[in-house]
């Protein structure tokens, strides 16, 4: 076989069991088009076997090009995408038949995005990652990743986390199964450096992360004392397994030097705080006072903080003398408004934007300990509903009218949506919720209608049926959940 024989034969079933590989989009693995692949790749290494022992240079090129490309992701991982070569990590992965049997089109996207941010965001790799995310449709959890490697790679962490925490939220089979692997172990990563334990515990108990997450979260059990409390030698045997070990070897020390003691988690009981004591003293310098502190708190406000103000001024507001001299100050001013009827609406003002600005739980309706405290509470609720409802009909506006976002843009305006109402949930009860879930749930239907319907989105659609499914069950509205069950059973 002469050399330029051999150099076409080779080039050619290279391009087949690259072309085998990309046209690959299976349910299960094997599939078909990976079977024909490693035949393609089986025949080739037998024939550079037997061309390399007869001297051909180029059989020996063959051979190592054949074993890249019968591990395309192993080798994206563990050496193009440190490097940061994002071109080639994307070229590699494109043909992934295995790992990323089910869509290793998004795989490669994500290739591509983490391979940039490694390289520090170029810019040209970050146009390339957005375009390709606006031109792939239907990509799914792949989509979203690259999307949120992306926006890492630009600087905006918070943006990333939402992206990226939203593909491990990812319900049902989800495609592709890598894409929600690695979005757990980027999340471990990412709370591990902030030394989030407790988000590393939540982001890795459902065990779909990869060796590396699995390890993090049994480091973060160990130094938090979450039962089960993994033993020194689950440690070091789930350490073995992580790739690039050698520089978590301080983290693995400190977690084997941290006794295994069981600890009370947060949340694990709900022990009534008592009332906590007004000091003794002048009410209004009282109120100022514990005022000022509470406004002065840099973090850790909590619901009975705000009723302890609450009740300071509601000692001042009750007080006859006080509003006497109020009222004689404000007629020698000239003032003509309600002294005290001022005073109140400044206070529960400053209180309302204290607690919506550091997103304070504060309970649904019912008797608080301070009559000040439940007027707050009752304009929050109303402040809450009314910025959800300016976000829900803009929305739906835009759903009416078909003015259409790119893909991973849609997902993007969807999760300001969830994250609003979710935030606004949290800071109320489940009489809000309800008002909150009819809210937003006409407007979020739409907008997953027309994702399945008409833009074939159903990924992303489907994914939104779940969520809405959930929260009917929560409030308990049947209309909804009839609804929406029929929405989730359409599947993918």
């Not at 957005?130 to 979203?144: M, V």
């Not at 000239?334 to 002294?339: E, F, I, L, N, Q």
Request: glycine residues 8%.
């Amino acid at each position: 076989m002469g050399a330029s024989v051999s150099v076409v034969g080779f080039a050619m079933l290279l391009a087949l069991v690259r072309l085998f590989g990309m046209a690959n989009r299976e349910e299960g693995r094997p599939g078909f088009f990976a079977l024909l692949q490693w035949a393609t790749l089986a025949l080739l290494v037998f024939i550079a076997t037997i061309r390399a022992l007869d001297g051909d240079p180029f059989a020996i090129v063959a051979l190592v090009l054949a074993c890249v490309l019968a591990f395309p992701w192993a080798v994206a991982r563990h050496v193009t995408i440190p490097a940061g070569w994002w071109r080639i990590s994307r070229a590699l992965v494109r043909s992934s038949a295995w790992v990323w049997y089910d869509d290793n089109r998004g795989g490669a996207l994500v290739a591509a995005a983490w391979a940039a941010a490694r390289a520090g965001g170029p810019a040209a790799a970050l146009r390339f990652v957005e375009s390709e995310c606006e031109a792939h449709g239907n990509g799914g959890a792949a989509l979203i990743l690259a999307s949120g490697l992306a926006t890492a790679a630009r600087g905006d962490l918070d943006g990333a986390r939402r992206l990226v925490a939203s593909v491990v939220e990812f319900e049902g089979p989800a495609p592709p199964v890598m894409a929600r692997r690695l979005a757990v172990e980027w999340c471990a990563a990412d709370a591990a450096a902030r030394g989030d334990w407790g988000r590393v515990i939540a982001v890795t108990r459902n065990g779909h992360g990869t060796a590396a997450s699995h390890w993090l979260g049994l480091v973060a059990a160990r130094l938090c004392g979450a039962t089960p409390i993994p033993t020194d030698a689950a440690l070091r045997k789930a350490w073995l397994e992580v790739p690039r070990r050698r520089a978590l070897l301080p983290l693995l020390e400190r977690a084997l030097a941290t006794p295994a003691i069981p600890r009370e988690q947060p949340g694990d009981v709900d022990v009534p705080r008592p009332v906590s004591r007004l000091p003794d003293g002048d009410p209004h310098a009282v109120a100022l006072r514990v005022h000022a502190e509470l406004l002065g708190r840099d973090e850790g406000i909590r619901r009975e903080h705000v009723e302890k103000v609450g009740r300071a001024w509601d000692r001042v507001l009750a007080d006859v003398g006080f509003a006497a001299r109020a009222q004689a100050r404000a007629k020698d001013l000239g003032a003509k408004v309600d002294p005290i009827e001022k005073l109140r609406e400044r206070i529960e003002l400053e209180l309302v934007e204290l607690l919506h600005a550091r997103s304070v739980p504060v309970g649904d309706e019912g008797p608080g300990t301070s009559a000040t405290f439940d007027r707050v509470r009752r304009r929050l609720h109303t402040r809450l509903l009314d910025e959800l409802e300016v976000t829900a009909d803009a929305l739906s506006t835009r759903v009416k009218r078909r003015r259409a976002l790119a893909i991973h843009e849609e997902w993007r305006e969807w999760l300001t949506v969830r994250g609003q109402y979710e935030r606004a949930v949290a800071q109320t009860g489940l009489g809000l919720r309800r008002h909150a879930f009819a809210t937003v749930h006409g407007p979020a239907c739409a907008l997953a209608a027309w994702l399945w319907n008409d833009r074939k989105a159903r990924v992303h659609a489907h994914q939104m049926f779940r969520w809405l499914l959930r929260e009917a069950e929560i409030v308990e509205d049947e209309g909804a959940i009839l609804l929406q069950r029929r929405n989730v059973d359409c599947g993918y």
